[in-house]
Nanobody
Framework: QVPLVESGGGGVQPGESLRLSCAAS????????IDWFRQAPGKEREGVSC????????YYAQFVKGRFTTSRDTVKKTVTLQLNNLKPDDTAVYYC????????????????????WGQGTQVTVSP
């Protein structure tokens, strides 16, 4: 397993943006598919996006398409999730997770395939 740390969360108003980052202490994330999940109060955790290793597919949940973008920073060896045009319904704790297979597939939004998780970073969107 890979120790993961998320950062970049905070409180913003609707329409504003945040940039989340997922880093692995001591190690890079180059060989893992990285998924972002989120969990809102009283709700189940849900998949937000998945980015494969270089050359592989990237997936997004329908509810974030066009607003969120995930990408790899090969210099910093991190994976970021850019959140734009945030809505109150986006309020949640956001987690990153690793899939050692390196490839996002049709089941990318299912938790069972991810073996390392971070502690999460809180995103709060309110007027």
């Amino acid at each position: 397993q890979v120790p993961l740390v998320e950062s970049g969360g905070g409180g913003v108003q609707p329409g504003e943006s945040l940039r989340l980052s997922c880093a692995a202490s001591r190690l890079g994330l180059d060989y893992y598919a990285i998924d972002w999940f989120r969990q809102a109060p009283g709700k189940e955790r849900e998949g937000v996006s998945c980015v494969s290793i270089s050359g592989g597919p990237t997936y997004y949940a329908q509810f974030v398409k066009g607003r969120f973008t995930t990408s790899r920073d090969t210099v910093k060896k991190t994976v970021t999730l850019q959140l734009n045009n945030l809505k109150p319904d986006d309020t949640a704790v956001y987690y990153c997770a690793t899939d050692p297979r390196g490839w996002c597939g049709s089941t990318w939004d299912q938790e069972w395939q991810y073996d390392s998780w971070g502690q999460g970073t809180q995103v709060t969107v309110s007027p």
